[in-house]
Structures are given as C-alpha cells and as structure tokens.
C-alpha cells in the first residue's frame, strides 16, 4: 500500500517466529517477551534522503520522538537517561485525543549502530510489542527505512480482534504519518548539514 505521495510501503502478515538477530534481554530475571502464535506484524518501509548514520542517531535519540508524533498525541512526560542503550528505559506520559492518558515504559532490546534499533514494551498496554527499525543504505545518500511490529493486544479471540483490526488499522495510519514526518526532518536535516 502507497500513502499520499507513494513513498510509503505498508504490509502487514501473521507470525509467529519473529525476533530479531542477537535477541538478548538486559536482564536475566526479566526474560524477553517471545511473539507467540497470536502475534501480529505490521512492517511499513519508506526512502529517506539521509543516511543510515543521520536517521539512527534521529531515532535512537528520545527527545525526537515528538518530531514524529500525531497531532493528536501529547508527550506530557519523558523520562530517559539519555540516547538508546540496550538495556536503558524510556518512559513515555502522553494524552491522546487530548484526554486519554496513556503510560508506557520502553526497553532499548538491541542497538546496533547505524543499521538497528529494537525497542520493547515492558509496561503498558500491550501484551507484547516490539518495534524494530532498520535503516539500509541507498545510492546517493539515501536510505530504505524498514520499521516492523510485533505486537499483540489483550488474550483470546477479543484481544486478537483487537489486535487485527483497530491496532493494524491505527499501526498503517501512525506509520504513514511518521514516515511522512521522518522525510520532512531528513529534508531540514540536509538542509541544514555542511556540505
């Protein structure tokens, strides 16, 4: 599936044998969440004009979040010790719609300079959520930019019909809007680099 100006790719598949290379958590007490069968994946990629280096140091840094973020979403609170680290946390305090709070805490799962990011969710609304996003290099700069989800939402068949229809639908409109947002600040980015 193409967005507005056709830079997005969208596609979206059942799996249950997603995880990323070298999957490790940062703590033996605290296990990794494995997707199970009732996983879903959504993975939506888009061209970047900047390169692998400029889009991993934009997302593994959590203070851009905001640069990326639907309207109608407010970050209220971040709290982070800083740029991505395995094993660092981020907490997110935001209000959707202007009214519905939400509250996730995030682990950096894999950073893998300047072709992977994988974050998951340890507390928060989903039962399992990894975001993994990878950054390919192109000619002249630029970059394939590739994010997949693995997430699953609440148990039995109301949790997974949840899970495949307002999360899948809510997951294609926030990633067309990201990218949409990504190539916006890779454009003042360049912009603004000496050449």
Same mark, same amino acid.
């Given at each position: 599936? %193409? ?16 995880? =990323? ?10 296990? /990794? *969440?494995?997707?199970? =069968? $009732? ?5 939506? $990629? @888009? +061209? +970047? ?18 640069? +990326?973020?639907?309207? @109608?979403? *407010?970050?209220? *609170? ?6 991505? !680290?395995?094993? %660092? ?15 996730? #805490?995030?682990?950096? *799962?894999?950073?893998? /300079? ?7 969710? #340890?507390?928060? =609304? ?17 970059? %394939? ?14 949790? %997974?019909?949840?899970?495949? +229809? ?6 294609? !409109? ?17 912009? $603004? $680099?000496?050449?």
């Amino acid at each position: 599936m %193409r967005n507005l100006n056709g830079a997005t790719k969208v596609s979206a598949t059942h799996s249950q044998a997603f995880l =990323p290379p070298n999957y490790m958590t940062a703590d033996p007490a605290d296990p /990794p *969440k494995i997707p199970t =069968p $009732s996983a879903s994946v959504f993975a939506a $990629s @888009t +061209v +970047v004009d900047a390169t692998p280096e400029a889009l991993f140091a934009f997302h593994a840094d959590p203070r851009n979040l905001t640069e +990326v973020m639907p309207p @109608t979403l *407010k970050l209220v *609170k971040l709290v982070t010790d800083g740029p991505a !680290l395995e094993g %660092r946390l981020i907490e997110l305090h935001c209000r959707d719609w202007g009214v519905i709070p939400m509250h996730w #805490v995030c682990r950096w *799962k894999q950073v893998s /300079p300047p072709h992977l990011l994988v974050d998951e969710i #340890v507390e928060g =609304p989903f039962r399992l959520f990894i975001h993994e996003h990878r950054f390919e290099a192109l000619a002249d700069g630029q970059t %394939r930019m590739h994010d997949r989800v693995t997430y699953a939402f609440g148990t039995g068949w109301w949790g %997974r019909l949840i899970s495949e +229809v307002g999360v899948r639908i809510y997951l294609r !409109l926030l990633f067309a809007f990201r990218h949409y947002r990504t190539r916006r600040w890779a454009r003042r980015y360049s912009a $603004s $680099s000496p050449s």
